[in-house]
């Protein structure tokens, strides 16, 4: 094969790879990566990310990964989130972050992780609601709230 045509077939393939062309539609994995979180499918979740899906695609209630895993407590999912970068201070529509939805599903060890790893328990909603007041029919949250300096 000349240098010429090499060169071509290369600058091809190279273009090919940028547009996206032989990878599935990451759309598509992000969906199915949520879908996961939201059955507690850590092997899938891992997987799916591992191929390329969004880590910070968010649901049609705009929540992310990282939320869903707060929300129902699931500590080994969120292990797996935070450790692939999912983002700490995202919100959905309403403002809540993941930790404001860990406050509102009451978990303290989710609570405790998502403090220890940097999320601020000064953060409120839109409507100015606190983890504390997300908290409030969990005393194992709000004892580990108040631990970490959350003030009403």
Not at 48 to 62: F, P, R, Y
Request: proline residues 2%; contains cysteine.
């Amino acid at each position: 094969m000349k240098n010429g045509l090499k060169g071509q077939i290369v600058g091809l393939a190279v273009l090919l790879l940028v547009l996206g062309c032989g990878r599935k539609d990451t759309m598509e994995q992000s969906k199915a990566m949520l879908s996961g979180v939201v059955k507690g499918d850590v092997v899938q979740v891992r997987t799916l990310l591992d191929e390329g899906a969004n880590i910070e695609a968010k649901n049609s209630s705009e929540r992310t990964a990282l939320m869903l895993a707060a929300l129902a407590g699931n500590k080994e999912m969120l292990d797996l989130l935070i450790l692939k970068g999912a983002n700490l201070k995202a919100t959905d529509g309403s403002g809540m972050t993941p930790l404001l939805w860990a406050a509102f599903g009451g978990n303290p060890r989710v609570v405790e992780q998502l403090i220890q790893k940097g999320a601020d328990v000064k953060e409120r909603d839109k409507n100015g609601r606190s983890a504390l007041e997300w908290a409030r029919e969990h005393p194992a949250a709000i004892e580990v709230l108040k631990r970490a300096g959350a003030k009403q």
